[in-house]
C-alpha cells in the first residue's frame, strides 16, 4: 500500500468522524481537566503519606 492511498484512506475516514459541537467540546474539555486534577490531588497526598510514613519508620 502507498502512501497516497493511505492518505486518501484516511481522509475519508475522518469525514465519516461525528465530531463534537461547541457546548459538548466544552462539557468534555472541563470534565477531562477536573478528572486530571483529581487524580493528581490525590496522587500528592498518597506521596505524600507514603514519604512521611517512610520517613517516619527509618529514623
Wanted: proline share 2%; hydrophobic share 50%.
Amino acid at each position: 500500500m502507498n502512501i497516497f492511498k493511505f492518505l486518501k484512506n484516511v481522509s475519508r475516514e475522518m469525514k465519516k468522524v461525528s465530531w463534537p459541537k461547541g457546548r459538548e467540546l466544552t462539557s468534555y474539555t472541563i470534565t477531562v481537566i477536573a478528572t486530571v486534577a483529581f487524580v493528581a490531588v490525590y496522587f500528592g497526598i498518597v506521596d505524600t503519606g507514603i514519604s512521611q510514613f517512610l520517613n517516619a519508620f527509618f529514623e
